[in-house]
């Protein structure tokens, strides 16, 4: 059953303000105040009473464990709405979620209630005294809900004051007491106040700014033993020291007023001992002080005698309280189809908040990317020794070839020692491969890398290795491994004997030592067949043309031996013309293939070390992060679109 309003003390006190004559403006726009809020009272009282006699039916009840019970969100304010659930989405990780949920609740009706903070430094008393003074009517009687605000009994809880037709109180909150009130400036601006206590600040502006705002409630009894909070958000914050003690936590607020649209979220107050003059003061500073033991004794004043509403009044903005009050209520006057101030101050907070968040955490992957990056210099000597390495492997490519071409071993392939030196062709070929082909620069590669991985520019895990192609597939490219010849007389088309060994990574570039061993089996086997093939077919050459010689010797009796060994000679010259001629071109070929695919390789070798060298020292990239990151942007600038367009409306 609800709790019965105190009909008796509403009409004594309309009774006094209809018998009491007009004192001043003040007292009598509070005065009206009051008479409309005690007909309201009156009449929202019977309403409720005639509902409440009522019968209702199960059908007709509503269930307060609805799950999925649809919100009814005011047309105007549905796109900003869902902006906000995509924002809790799309850049949960940076947005502050307990006060992106009050602003959520902020936009679901078109004029919500707007929750302020008051907050005493190191303790309660205070804070509760200065909002008994802001919430107290002094043209009624003090009610017993003042004492309920100022008494201790030991509860160190947060108190939440809501409005009430009549003053109750709810502990079933193991951290929040909260107690319904009948005061007008709580139903006349839709206000609900929570009073707590914050130690002093001293942390950089966004953590200490942070925590005005969204105070937090300590647990003492977990269930798990452990003490731990709970965050309480609120759209505005008023914080109140006695004295000069905390200095530290009013300079935050006053370096962070310029960024929360002048103060308008937050407030200070400090109390003095003694009275000063608050003419020149206005309700846009950041800190104000005040004299809360003055403006306790102006209302005691006025609620004694009415005739001494002057004194009230002097004593009133003597203590500064008329600038408290105006923040308090400010914003008032929603226009249709608006954001309620409060309210769009926290949206935008919650946006500046976010897009700071979102700065701090790139501007810590772009100083961590930095520091892991190798410096210049460094890669600037590396590169240099590149050069060195590259000048001197293509002329150890020329000179050292030149000598093995031009060497005693070389020279036992020619043409005419064919005869007795044909098995010996591929040992030969071979042993110029591995003694004259970029030996020195194969060992100085592998330096310059031992100095590239010393110097951090390549890890482990990005060891390169160069696979064997397909001669048959694969273009010929820079780095590659060299193709077999395609003029000539080497067949182009290579036995499938051969199988590629497996993958052995070593922390440098296997380039050299594959295209070696590329060539020593795939262009030194052909020239070996080569050479018996031409052989064979001198040979073959000779005896036939020897054996059709002693033929027409032999059957025909008026040949001259003359007549039948000059076709034995004709075939004898044509013979090792042909031999000659072939296997000086296929040796000449091997030579240029070796001297072109050494210098097309070392280019490739080069400009790896160079890549790896200009590519080198960056850590990896998460794209992850950096797409998580404007997916969140894109989210804070579109809930800032959507404010901006119902603020233009």
Request: overall charge positive; charged content about 25%; some cysteine.
């Amino acid at each position: 059953m609800p709790p019965k309003p105190f009909i008796g003390l509403f009409d004594r006190t309309l009774s006094t303000f209809i018998r009491s004559p007009v004192i001043c403006p003040v007292c009598s726009h509070r005065r009206a105040l009051s008479v409309k809020a005690h007909t309201l009272r009156v009449h929202q009282f019977s309403a409720r009473r005639l509902q409440l006699s009522k019968p209702r039916t199960a059908s007709t009840t509503a269930s307060v464990i609805a799950v999925n019970a649809k919100r009814e969100i005011p047309p105007a304010f549905q796109e900003l709405y869902a902006s906000l659930k995509a924002l809790e989405t799309e850049a949960g990780v940076y947005v502050n979620t307990s006060q992106l949920h009050l602003a959520l609740r902020g936009v679901e009706s078109e004029n919500p209630v707007t929750r302020i903070a008051v907050l005493g430094l190191n303790g309660q008393h205070g804070a509760r005294r200065l909002t008994k003074v802001l919430l107290a009517d002094p043209l009624a009687p003090e009610p017993k809900w003042e004492k309920q605000i100022t008494g201790t009994d030991g509860d160190e809880r947060a108190l939440l004051l809501r409005y009430g037709e009549q003053a109750d109180v709810d502990d079933r909150h193991p951290l929040v007491r909260t107690l319904f009130i009948p005061s007008p400036l709580l139903h006349t601006h839709k206000l609900e106040i929570l009073v707590h206590t914050i130690t002093a600040v001293t942390e950089p502006i966004n953590d200490g700014a942070a925590s005005f705002l969204v105070p937090s409630l300590d647990i003492v009894n977990s269930p798990s033993g452990r003490p731990g909070t709970v965050t309480y958000p609120v759209h505005k914050a008023l914080m109140y020291e006695e004295g000069l003690k905390s200095l530290a936590s009013f300079s935050i607020i006053d370096l962070h007023a310029d960024r929360r649209q002048n103060g308008q979220m937050f407030k200070g107050v400090i109390d003095w001992s003694w009275s000063i003059s608050q003419q020149g003061l206005t309700r846009d500073q950041p800190v104000s002080p005040i004299n809360l033991a003055m403006a306790e004794a102006a209302i005691d004043v006025f609620r004694q005698s009415l005739n001494k509403s002057m004194e009230y009044e002097h004593m009133w903005f003597d203590a500064g309280m008329p600038g408290i009050t105006s923040w308090l209520s400010e914003g008032k006057d929603i226009q249709q189809g608006a954001v309620k101030p409060a309210i769009r101050r926290l949206i935008l907070t919650v946006c500046e908040n976010s897009a700071d968040a979102i700065e701090r955490e790139e501007a810590f992957e772009l100083a961590k990317e930095k520091a892991k990056t190798i410096s210049e210099p460094t890669k600037k000597i590396i590169d240099q020794g590149i050069s060195i390495w590259a000048e001197n492997a293509h002329t150890e490519l020329r000179d050292r070839l030149n000598l093995a071409f031009h060497s005693k071993s070389w020279r036992k392939t020619k043409w005419w020692k064919l005869f007795w030196r044909v098995d010996d062709v591929g040992y030969i070929a071979l042993d110029i491969l591995q003694r004259a082909w970029l030996v020195d620069a194969e060992k100085e590669m592998i330096w310059i890398c031992g100095r590239i991985y010393q110097s951090g520019l390549l890890v482990p895990p990005k060891l390169r290795r160069t696979p064997i192609p397909d001669p048959d597939e694969v273009e010929e490219k820079l780095g590659q491994i060299p193709r077999i010849p395609v003029k000539g007389i080497i067949p182009k088309k290579l036995s499938s004997d051969f199988t590629e060994p497996p993958p052995v990574f070593h922390p440098w570039p296997q380039d050299i030592f594959l295209a070696r061993s590329a060539l020593s089996r795939l262009t030194v086997p052909p020239l070996q067949a080569v050479a018996q093939n031409l052989l064979l077919q001198t040979i073959a050459t000779n005896v036939l043309t020897s054996s059709l010689s002693a033929l027409l010797y032999v059957s025909i009796s008026a040949t001259s031996p003359y007549e039948a060994g000059a076709i034995a000679a004709l075939g004898l010259v044509y013979s090792l013309r042909r031999l000659q001629k072939r296997w000086e071109t296929a040796r000449t070929e091997w030579q240029m293939q070796l001297r072109e695919d050494g210098r097309t390789l070392l280019r490739g070798v080069e400009e790896g070390a160079r890549q790896d060298v200009r590519e080198g020292g960056k850590p990896e990239v998460n794209k992850i992060g950096v797409e998580a990151r404007r997916t969140a942007r894109e989210a804070v600038a579109k809930v800032r679109r959507d404010l901006d367009v119902l603020q233009t409306k």
